[in-house]
């Protein structure tokens, strides 16, 4: 298997800018699905950056963001969108198996 699941580029100290930057890259992978991002001085907008991504991002479903600047009230709502892409992904999971049981008693 050549496709790489989990990300780490923590204890980088790549700050919202960095952040900004990774998330970038992060918009076009349907692959990652743990991401570590603690010790990188990430604030209020990479924090932003975040969120913006798991919304549209729903293969991401483990974020490390220990030793951040990132509030209360940030990771709460990331927990949430968090918890949707941990739904969505055992739905998923769930539908392809419903398909497969479908196709092999076809």
Known sequence: NNTITALGVGNNKIGDEGCRYLCEGLKTNNTI?????ARNNIGVEGCRYLCEILKTNNTITTLYLSDNG???EGQKEMDALLQRNRERQERDKAAKLEAEKKAAAD
Do not use: R
């Open 33 to 37: 699905t743990a991401l570590n991002v």
């Open 70 to 72: 990132i509030s209360a």
